[in-house]
């Protein structure tokens, strides 16, 4: 059976990207505990809107879990406290009356701020403009069972491929660093049979671009602890041993064992 | 106004064939002469504007989300059709083109569903050249699955996450383009007008969600690929921003819009718990290979569902339709839970659901392989409703999914407003009265990769060296006026009330009166409720905030603005329709076992309404459909 909450929260408002942000302390009473933390804050709006106040802003749209939109730092956790959920399939049962919730936007550079609880991960998409593909044009594929995958690895590019780009792994990571994700679409294509071809110019070009923005590894772990897909770090091993080999592989013999 | 299908001559299976060799071409040092704008970058407008990219045109794409990744493409978990038959089970473009218009009940056009078909199996193979990780068996041959509605294995799938890898793939494809230069991509911007000049398409006016400005975008032609409009339920399975604005401000510039009526309510989603509650999550179709479905044979039936015996519980799926069981098509296995729950013998707190029971299954194969088919359902499940379907029954509910209408669309995607297309679900082409499962992913992928690059250069061919029209012209200048008019009027209004509370109540006419089931009586009522609400939008609305940067509550309101005049058309279309066919149910028209009753006599047609002017008096043309191929029958899956 459902109990109801009250609640303290502390949201980050910021007007806009050059704007200075601060702490707004909002009561959230009355929450039902069977809602997801994301209906909560649509009641919080509803209810600024009746005030005649401006509704906080925030990214969200599947609700699934699967579209990557929604972010938030829910008390300092990326996607808040239940391991391997993304914000807004996140219940308000996970949370207890009386609480305080300190809710933030992503917070790293290479994320600007666009308003409130928004900010701007385009950074992640040069990244995969940069070589998270494989080349192949629209009309001249092949019977898609003439190169069999074994099952193994067609599964492990599929963990690597679960990746939903929410950008929690930057968020939770210390130094900023984009590795978790860069990794999980280095591993996803370089693990493939169809890959191959692509397979160094491609590292190369994604973690050139990605430390264009981002800060750098050094095997915290966080981003894995916050990834709402469980990611694994081993990926990001995947990628070093294929960016080192892209620097001395003689890509002119890539065909010979 | 003229509905001409263009249906290219000749035998069924010859007719793409030859429409692709007798088409007029643009020879590839000319493309880049030409612009095209996208709209929508999910799987039909992202595979669009990357393909046509290829080719060599110069594209626009545009996207309201932050990025092309997140479109609700996303969200399809099951699978995709397509006839490779690589199961040896007799499957065969043929049969993937009979299955889709019988499942669709005899209301889609056979020409369109037939080249659907066809291209499904180049799907794949695209797919799967792009690195697509579809689901492989231990030989490293990829893995099939079985869908409703059809009685071979022909579902390909990457685990429960099927839309999410093919829309990556697509993206992926999108990003090169981008990268290349080829297309321009426009993020967080939403179209809020089409601009026709002369009778043709001529480009678009847009919102910059981050600034607010308005702004214009010209080409030689412009594709929506803008998804469906199940949000004017409030509560869908939809996400939260999918809404109908783009097809809705063509339409008011003279695209019809066809079927309005077909909506599917999918039948197995996690049963609402509350008021509060601002979506419905899906659980795949593909859950029904393994889960049965049932209900307590008695109303009064409160024991939870382990102690309830074999002799009190009804399998109404397999005891109606012993022949495809629990994997009876969309529309029929929504309506048998609603006669189940409409009898009291709902379950759940709230009685408002059936179970879908996996005992069977697990004890049948071991929870390792239930966990290996559906683990990330089972967890998604447990999430939001704190119960393991591994111990307890899940519960279900039918929620509106998908809409088989949308704009009118010829064979070449191409709307009334010459230079106009639509692709996806954005159009009404391809499913008649009612979807099957795993077909939406086909239809969006064919439409983006195969359909529409092939078709367009029919249009393009002859406006070799011409330019778009600039956008001073007056039509743009209007048009932008207009818009800024309408987004400054929102926030002028000053009311009481937020357009979610505005939608909220929209959404409960519509689900009550053009719903699953719908009467003369109810939809009449609807005709007459929601004029009366709308006009209370206008005046009693609040948006707080301002114009001149991110403001969701404005982007609401310009689309719930536009939520009330399709209500309108769908309702008007429900009750001209005077049969029952797939997703729509009038309870006046059924057989004497409750079944869906077709007046094939009267209504073998598509209904293509034409904007007037006022919401409430559209005209309704008809576009005649003939089965030549498949012979219109009684749909039968018992």
């Not at chain 1, 900010?119 to 009309?139: C, H, P, W």
């Not at chain 2, 000049?197 to 929506?224: C, F, K, P």
């Not at chain 2, 009038?586 to 004497?592: C, S």
């Amino acid at each position: 059976m459902s109990t109801e909450l009250n609640l303290t929260l502390k949201v980050w408002r910021q007007a806009g990207p050059d704007a200075p942000g601060s702490f707004d302390t909002i009561k959230a009473e009355g929450i039902n505990d069977e809602m997801s933390f994301l209906e909560m804050l649509d009641i919080v709006n509803e209810r600024l809107i009746s005030d005649g106040k401006e509704a906080i802003v925030f990214d969200h749209d599947c609700r699934e879990g699967i579209c990557g939109t929604c972010s938030l730092m829910i008390n300092g956790q990326a996607h808040g406290p239940q391991k391997g959920t993304a914000t807004c399939q996140l219940h308000m049962r996970k949370f207890h009356d009386g609480q305080e919730i300190v809710i933030e936007p992503w917070r790293a550079t290479a994320f600007p701020i666009v308003k409130d609880l928004m900010v701007d991960r385009s950074a992640f998409d040069r990244i995969v403009e940069a070589g998270g593909f494989i080349t192949a044009e629209t009309g001249g594929a092949n019977d898609a069972n003439l190169i069999p995958i074994p099952k193994p690895v067609a599964d492990s590019a599929m963990d690597a491929a679960a990746c939903i780009g929410c950008g929690a792994c930057v968020a939770a990571c210390p130094n900023s660093a984009a590795n978790l994700f860069t990794s999980a679409k280095v591993s996803h294509l370089n693990l493939l049979p169809q890959g191959q071809a692509e397979r160094y110019s491609r590292v190369e070009a994604m973690v050139d671009t990605m430390e264009d923005f981002f800060g750098s590894c050094t095997n915290h772990g966080e981003c894995q602890e916050a990834c709402p897909k469980e990611i694994s770090i081993d990926f990001i091993a995947l990628m070093n041993k294929d960016y080192l080999a892209s620097k001395f592989k003689n890509r002119r013999f890539l065909s010979r064992k | 106004m003229e509905l001409n299908s263009k249906i290219p001559e000749g035998p069924i299976a010859d007719k793409w064939t030859n429409y692709k060799f007798d088409r007029k071409l643009v020879n590839p040092a000319n493309r880049r002469k030409y612009d095209i704008i996208v709209v929508g970058t999910g799987l039909a407008g992202g595979a669009a504007a990357a393909t046509l990219g290829e080719q060599g045109y110069n594209v626009k794409a545009f996207t309201f989300h932050d990025s092309p990744r997140r479109a609700h493409s996303i969200a399809a978990q099951g699978g995709i059709n397509a006839a490779k038959n690589y199961k040896g089970d007799g499957d065969s473009i043929y049969r993937l083109f009979y299955d889709t218009v019988k499942g669709g009940d005899f209301r889609a056009r056979e020409a369109n569903v037939y080249r659907l078909a066809e291209e499904s199996v180049n799907i794949i193979d695209q797919a799967t050249a792009q690195g697509v990780p579809f689901a492989r068996e231990y030989g490293g041959l990829l893995d099939n699955r079985s869908f409703g509605g059809a009685q071979v294995s022909r579902t390909f799938y990457a685990r429960g996450q099927t839309g999410q890898q093919l829309l990556l793939g697509v993206y992926q494809q999108l990003a090169r383009q981008i990268g290349l230069g080829n297309v321009s991509l426009y993020n967080r911007t939403e179209l809020i007008d089409v601009v026709v000049v002369d009778g043709e398409a001529a480009g678009i006016v847009v919102r910059d969600l981050l600034t607010g400005q308005v702004q214009s975008h010209s080409a030689h032609a412009v594709v929506l690929a803008t998804g469906g409009y199940s949000n004017v339920f409030f509560l869908s399975t939809n996400a939260m921003n999918c809404n109908v604005t783009a097809a809705w401000r063509a339409h008011r510039r003279g695209a019809a819009f066809a079927n309005p009526c077909y909506t599917q309510i999918h039948p197995t989603c996690i049963p609402q718990s509350d008021e509060f509650q601002s979506k419905l999550t899906l659980m795949s179709e593909s859950l029904r290979n393994d889960g049965r479905i049932w209900a307590p044979k008695s109303p009064d039936d409160n024991r939870p569902a382990d102690q309830i015996p074999e002799a009190d519980r009804d399998y109404y799926l397999e005891r109606r339709y012993p022949s495809f069981g629990n994997l009876a098509p969309r529309d029929v296995a929504s309506r048998a839970a609603l006669v189940e729950v409409s009898k009291g013998k709902g379950v759940g707190p709230l009685k408002n659901g059936v179970y879908l029971d996996f005992s069977d299954a697990i004890n049948r194969l071991g929870e390792h392989t239930i966990e290996e088919r559906y683990g990330n359902l089972f967890e998604m499940y447990e999430r939001i409703t704190d119960e393991s379907p591994y111990k307890v029954p899940m519960r279900i509910y039918p929620a509106p999914h998908y809409t088989m209408g949308g704009l009118w669309v010829d064979y070449e995607l191409m709307t009334t407003v010459p230079g106009l297309y639509a692709t996806g679900e954005a159009n009404f082409s391809d499913h008649g009265a009612n979807r099957l499962g795993a077909s939406a992913l086909m239809q969006g992928l064919a439409d983006g990769y195969f359909v529409l690059p092939n078709t367009i250069s029919n249009y393009l061919a002859p406006k070799l060296g011409s330019t778009p029209i600039p956008t001073d012209h007056p039509e743009f200048q209007a048009a932008e006026a207009a818009a800024k008019s309408r987004f400054d009027g929102y926030l002028a209004i000053g009311g009481t009330r937020s357009p979610d509370a505005f939608h909220h109540e929209l959404g409960k006419i519509m689900l009550e009166q053009c719903g699953m089931e719908r009467t003369k009586e109810g939809l009449t009522q609807a005709l007459a409720d929601i004029p009366v609400l709308h006009e209370e939008f206008k005046k009693d609305l609040r948006v707080t905030g301002d114009g001149e940067s991110t403001n969701q509550t404005l982007e609401k309101a310009g689309r719930i603005d536009d939520f009330f005049e399709l209500a309108q058309a769908m309702c008007l279309d429900a009750l001209t329709r005077e049969e029952s066919c797939g997703g729509h149910f009038r309870a006046e028209h059924q057989t004497d076992e409750g079944e869906a009753e077709r007046d094939d006599e009267h209504f073998a047609h598509v209904a293509a309404w034409e904007w007037t002017g006022d919401a409430g008096k559209p005209n309704r043309h008809t576009e005649p459909l003939t089965f030549d191929n498949v012979h219109l029958a009684v749909r039968s899956y018992k």
